[in-house]
Every structure is written in structure tokens, then in C-alpha cells.
């Protein structure tokens, strides 16, 4: 019962090694009861330290002794599964020339020394390009560094900027509003005293028009007052006018009445003419007794016409004494 169930699990193990991963083909081996400790410690050491150092190669690890323990540790898990006939030994075998022709079995010939060291002068030359290639990657390196740094202090600076910016427009910002602030006030105050005076003028045009209105008044009672004089005057014309009829009617010879002022003009600058002719008469009269007569004459003739001249001036204060009681 027990070989039965082997040849069950090494028939299923060969056929899920030929169809799946071989790590998971390791794994069958390690929970399986029917296996002994041996084989589940050979298939546990074959996972971990050979398909999976494998299957996650590092080159610093793989050296020579490494490589030699895989496959004893390989030939191990071989001989702990106790196949029967000439299958242990024929898997021995092939172990032993993968271990030593390994290369010929993947290449299928045999490995050129030509071409092999052509291939390791072409890996010695990768290796030397990767040296370069390491130095670039360092200048590189070196100059992204540079150029962060060259960014860094850029980025510094235009935030050190725009912060000079800002302050510099929220200096502006504040010196404009205080100027709107203080132009405000200022056209405020000129309205204010716009208003004042224009109120002023206001009071001004209102008395004015008080005062216009104070001498309209005025004016009308000054008509008022002076209409009895003008009736008072037109009395006075038609009393003179009266007076002068009564006058003609008396004395139709006598001129019309003239005022004294005029009477007083006209007086006397007759009687200054009078005087220096009577004078030269006088002395006429002296030398040449013979022009006498004639003298005599033109004397009588001025004081006839001076007695006429008083009359006339007596009947004009007769009428002043007249019309005197009509101009109160």
C-alpha cells in the first residue's frame, strides 16, 4: 500500500514538474505525511537555498563553493527519494552534466574559446562602459545637484521678490488710498465751502432784494408824498398866470412877470453900463459946452428908462406879496 501510494505521488510530482513551476513541485514533498523527515528536509533546503537564490539572482552570491553545495544539496534530495531501478542513477548522471556541461547543454555544441573570449572581452567592455557610464551618472548626478541648488535659490529669490512685490504694492496700495482719503477730504471741505458761500450769497441776493424791495417802497412813498407838491406847483403857475392877466389888464404897457432872480441878474448889469456913461456926460459937459443938450437928453432918456425899470420891479413884489400865501 505504501509503494502504491509513493508511485501515486512520484507519477503526480513527474507530471507537475513538467508542467508547472518546480517550487511548487518542492512544496508537495514538504506536507506530504507519506514522505519521510529526510526527503521533507532535502525538498525544504532545495527550495529555499537553490530554485529560490535562483530565482532571485545576485551575482555576489553565486560563487563557486555556493554553485558546488546546490548540486550536492540536489544529489541529496535524489537519493532521499529512493527511486527504484536505474532512475536514481540515470538522474545522478544527468545532475553531473549539467554541473560540469552546463553551457554545451544550453548552446547544444560546444562552447568556442574564440567566441568565449570575445564574449568576455565584450562583458569586460560592458563592465568598463558601466564604469563610464557610473562616472556620467556621477557628473550627472553632480550637475542635477548644482541645478537643484541653482533652482533653490531661484525659487528664493522670486518668493523674496514677490514679497518685495507685495509689500511694495501694499505700500502703494495704502500711500493711494491715504491720498484718495485726503482728496476726499479736500473736495469735501471746497463743497463745504461752496455751500457757505453760497449761502453768503444766498443772504446777500436776499437782501438785496429786502433792501430793493425797502427803496421800491421808498420811491413809491416819495411819488406819494411828491404828488401835493407838483399839485402845489401847477397852483403857483396858474396863480402867476392870473396874476400877470390882472397885471396886463392894469398896466397893458408893463412886460410879463419875471422872477427877482431874474430881475436881480438883469438890474444891475444895466446900471453898471448907467453909471460910466453919466460920468462921461459929466465931463463932456465940462469941456465942450456945446454938446450939452444932446447929453442932457440921453441922461433924461436913462432915468426915464431906470424910473421904468424900478416901477416894474415895485408891481413884481406887489405880486410875490401875492402869490406868497399859495406856496404853504
Known sequence: MFWQNKKKFEFSSLIYDSRNFLAASLNNYHPAAIFSAAIQTSAD???KDVRNKWGHFDVTEWTQAFFNDCFS????LVRSLGLPGGKEKNTLDQLSDWRGKGCQLCMGHAVDKDLLSL???EVNGIIKDLGLQSGRLFQVQETAAALQVRLDDGEATRKKEMKLILERLTAIEKNLGEELLR????????VEQIEQRSTRTDQKVNQLGQGLSDRVNQLELKVETEKPASEKAENVHRVLEEGADQRKERNPDAKSFVPVGLVETDLKPRLELLNPKVEEANVAISHEPNVTVNLVHQLLKAQFQQTCRMEELIHKQQEL???SPHLT
Open 45 to 47: 533546503a532545495v527550495r
Open 321 to 323: 406879496k401875492y402869490i
Open 73 to 76: 544539496k540536489l544529489e541529496t
Open 119 to 121: 564574449l568576455q572581452t
Open 183 to 190: 482728496r476726499i477730504q479736500g473736495v469735501e471741505e471746497k
